[in-house]
């Protein structure tokens, strides 16, 4: 629920510190999610076993060619 905003004594707006300070604990929030995001990342990709693959010309079969033309100006 959001800040109700009350009139003062000269009848202007106090200021809600809520709504203020939300910018900054998102930002905090999100910093700290996509640093998790990050270290999750990080720990998958270290985790990657490479393997060879051999390429042997009996294991391609060409189904279909084309020419394409990309005109650059």
Known sequence: ???RRHLGAGG?????????DAPADLEVELADELAGIAD??????????PFEVPLETSGIRI???SLVWIPVT
């Open 63 to 65: 189904t279909q060619m």
């Open 12 to 20: 202007d707006p106090e200021p809600c510190d809520r709504e203020q």
């Open 40 to 49: 999750d990342r990080d720990a998958e990709a270290l985790a990657i076993e």
């Open 1 to 3: 629920m959001g800040c």
